[in-house]
């Protein structure tokens, strides 16, 4: 995999270097296998920067580029040499690629003589046709020519054809079918669909946005060598959520309209208004200055009951509650402390269920309203992400306490996973039926790892409570920081427990944090221990939003706690404990669900401006 950790590129300008242009700024995303991933912006964003510090023909300034875990910059000698057998580019102009004077098919001996020198020429004949007919070009047709000779595309294919003696796993493709001609556009970009289909991972540069529409899985929005948006290639096209996205789109020319009709549409438009996608709503940019990383589209509003008449607190029961209960599948126990995001045009979630057995597991589930649910029967079986993850898979000990997390361009699940005793679990999906399992983020003991929604400084971020193997009577909130979502490090306190309070015996992370202009909105679980028990209630924090371990507040009083029958009576009583959040900004509101009485799943509803201040009036 390649991946690109907070890059950027500063070109020295002006007399003697004195001068400094930014072209690439703070850049983060991933190139997988069997992954087109679509990198779009006007002349000048820094997309062909990137690819040229991929490729190590301009160095980095600052961050850094990974292929399968070494870093790139520090590569050399035979390394180097085996770095470019795996990671390619093809240009924009495949005319000032050949030296006129020479044969065309010399770019393909270059590679026999730096790479294959002692292969047989009859064994070279061979590699090359079988190269040369995966781009769907008959040698014939192209050996023993000038490129003047040839076409444009042939030219262009015969370049991939030299990638893929290669036997590589990246290409980076930087407008390969700009120059061309509308008649073999369509056969170049056939091609890198079928070289996708085998496996190989393509960084696909352009600025046409058809382009990048037609064939990549994700796509990342550059602009003034800053990412303004990226996620799954459909949802930031259907629902651009950045200003610049929107007006992208919205100059794309139409067949079904002429000149003359934008134009009066344009003069019609308000001052200072921004065309919108005529395929997405359009909706405003909060933090202009931050990635805007899209997740499927909340089509569907979010759950929500206003506040009952004469409703004192800030956070209020749903009338519908429990809304999931114990025994909604056949052998479920309990289900309860369950994630739910918005998916779709409706939602999904992960769920714990405790079975008749008592076997603690997790199971996928799908709703149009956020209420009703249909829970998978079988639980989920996870795939291995790589071929080390089948050694901590080979006894299943338990599985409880999921989270969800969109994250870039995939929903990510975390979980309490049964390994030598609890520790967290890390797995993604892209639609809530197949999962792939990653390596456990810490050794045990660990619980409520929670991963944040964005990188932060270039690095993935969780919360986390270490713990020991049973009933934990301690345990404070950690931040962890990981450049792959497999090794974890920098470890920092964020905070604790508080004597003499609802939160004095052990807190843990609830939802996915919330970013918003003030910090980071956590919510959390605190417990006391009283003469009855643990007593399991729900508060709030703010965290810096560059620095998560600092917390800039912290609610004084609980926001909700077991007061009502379902929450104080199941099989562990007197338990509130948060496990996800659905915020609908533009409308001021978040609904929280929560698992009661480890037995039941039930919905609370606030507003976010009230949780807010919540956090700061009474810190």
């Known amino acids: 995999m390649l991946r690109l950790n907070s890059v950027s590129k500063v070109y020295k300008t002006g007399t003697f270097g004195r001068g400094a242009t ?62 470019y057998r795996s990671v390619q580019g093809v240009f924009q102009d495949p005319f000032s690629s050949y030296n006129p004077i020479f044969k065309a098919d010399r770019v393909l001996s270059m590679v026999k003589a730096e790479y294959f020198s002692d292969v047989s020429a009859s064994d070279w004949r061979r590699k090359i046709d079988a190269s040369l007919q995966a781009v769907s070009l008959n040698p014939d047709d192209v050996l023993g020519k000038y490129p003047h000779q040839l076409s444009g595309g042939q030219l262009q294919r015969l370049l991939i054809a030299r990638a893929l003696l290669l036997d590589i796993k990246i290409l980076v493709a930087d407008e390969v079918i700009s120059m061309l001609d509308a008649s073999t556009r369509i056969d170049v970009l056939n091609l890198l669909g079928d070289l996708k289909q085998r496996g190989l991972g393509i960084l696909l540069i352009t600025h046409d946005l058809a382009l990048g529409n037609y064939i990549s899985d994700s796509a990342v929005i550059l602009r003034q060598g800053r990412v303004v948006e990226r996620g799954r290639t459909a949802n930031v096209f259907d629902n651009p959520l950045h200003p610049y996205t929107q007006s992208l789109l919205a100059s794309v020319p139409r067949l079904d309209t002429k000149w003359s009709d934008e134009n009066a549409a344009a003069l019609r438009r308000p001052p200072g208004r921004a065309a919108t996608s005529r395929r997405g709503r359009g909706r405003p940019l909060r933090r202009p200055h931050r990635v805007m990383t899209i997740s499927s589209v909340m089509t569907a509003a979010i759950p929500w009951e206003d506040p009952p008449s004469g409703e004192r607190s800030v956070v209020w029961r749903s009338s519908r509650n429990p809304i999931i209960p114990r025994d909604l599948i056949p052998r479920a126990n309990s289900i309860f402390n369950s994630a739910v995001v918005p998916f779709g045009d409706g939602f999904a979630g992960v769920f714990r269920i405790d079975d008749t057995e008592r076997v603690m597991n997790l199971h996928a589930g799908r709703s149009a309203d956020g209420i009703d649910w249909q829970i998978d029967h079988d639980s989920i079986s996870f795939l291995t992400a790589d071929g080390r993850v089948g050694e901590i898979q080979e006894q299943f000990d338990f599985a409880y306490d999921p989270r969800v997390t969109w994250l870039e361009d995939r929903y990510y699940v975390t979980w309490c996973n049964g390994y030598h005793g609890p520790t967290i679990g890390v797995a993604y999906t892209h639609d809530f039926e197949t999962f792939h399992q990653l390596d456990n983020a810490f050794l045990p003991f660990n619980r409520n790892g929670v991963l944040f929604p964005r990188r932060i400084g270039g690095s993935y971020a969780m919360l986390s409570r270490p713990s020991d193997n049973g009933h934990t009577p301690f345990g404070d909130i950690y931040f962890s920081e990981s450049p792959d979502l497999v090794h974890w490090g920098r470890h920092r306190h964020v905070m604790g427990t508080v004597p003499l309070s609802w939160q004095s015996t052990k807190i843990g992370a609830g939802p996915t944090p919330i970013e918003t202009d003030a910090g980071w909105l956590v919510l959390y679980h605190g417990v006391l221990t009283s003469c009855n028990g643990f007593v399991y209630s729900m508060g709030a924090a703010l965290l810096d939003l560059d620095e998560p371990w600092n917390v800039l507040a912290r609610g004084r009083d609980y926001l909700l706690s077991p007061q009502v029958l379902y929450e104080q009576v199941g099989d562990v009583p007197n338990v509130v404990f948060p496990c996800a959040a659905l915020v609908d900004r533009d409308a001021d509101r978040v609904s929280i669900y929560y698992g009661a009485a480890d037995t039941v799943v039930c919905l609370a509803h606030a507003y976010l401006s009230e949780l807010l201040d919540a956090v700061g009036s009474r810190a």
């Open 22 to 83: 930014l072209a690439v700024d703070q850049v983060s995303f991933d190139v997988r296998p069997g992954e087109v991933v679509a990198l779009i912006g006007e002349s000048g964003s820094g997309k062909s920067t990137i690819g040229k510090m991929i490729l190590r023909l301009t160095t980095v300034t600052d961050g850094s580029i990974d292929y399968e875990g070494n870093d790139v910059a520090l590569v050399t000698g035979r390394a180097l040499k085996g770095y």
